[in-house]
Each structure stands twice: as structure tokens, then as C-alpha cells.
């Protein structure tokens, strides 16, 4: 189970709509955009921590964003 959110170029996501979203799907994010042509990818194996979540995105403001904020629901999570 995850959540994905499309962010679009200069908007961020309300603090506390991210944190909502970080606390239920809380093993690893991952956030990916395109500079110069090219898709670059961040991401985390770790809690997610909405602080941590939107300095990335606050970096990246100026590219449309996708985040993917994972919720394992089978097997064991490893981080």
C-alpha cells in the first residue's frame, strides 16, 4: 500500500497534510522529477520523517515532483 502525490512546480504539500500522510505510510518514500531531460530519483528506506520529506521537496521546488510514500503491508520491512 502507498500513497503517490503529484506536486506541481513551485506548490509544496501543507505541513500537516504531509505529516498525515507520512505517519500511515511510514516505511520509505521516494520522490522523483526531471532536470535537463533526465528523471532523477530520491529516495529512503527509512521512517519516513515529514521534515526530512519536504527539505527535498522544498530543494526540488522548481520541477513537478512525484512522491511515492511507501506502507509495507506484506512480508517484513528492512530498512
Not at 501543507?14 to 521516494?30: E, M, Q, R, S, V
Not at 521534515?51 to 520491512?77: I, M, P
Request: proline letters at 4%; glycine letters at 8%.
Amino acid at each position: 500500500m502507498c500513497v503517490i502525490l503529484e506536486i506541481e512546480p513551485g506548490a509544496m504539500v501543507p505541513d500537516d497534510k504531509l505529516k498525515t500522510a507520512c505517519d500511515i505510510n511510514k516505511h520509505g518514500f521516494g520522490i522523483a522529477y526531471a532536470k535537463s531531460g533526465e528523471v532523477k530519483i530520491i529516495r529512503s528506506l527509512v521512517d519516513n520523517d515529514p521534515g526530512v520529506v519536504q527539505n527535498h521537496l522544498r530543494e526540488q521546488k522548481d520541477y513537478r515532483r512525484f512522491v511515492n510514500l511507501r506502507h509495507a503491508t506484506v512480508g517484513t520491512v528492512t530498512m
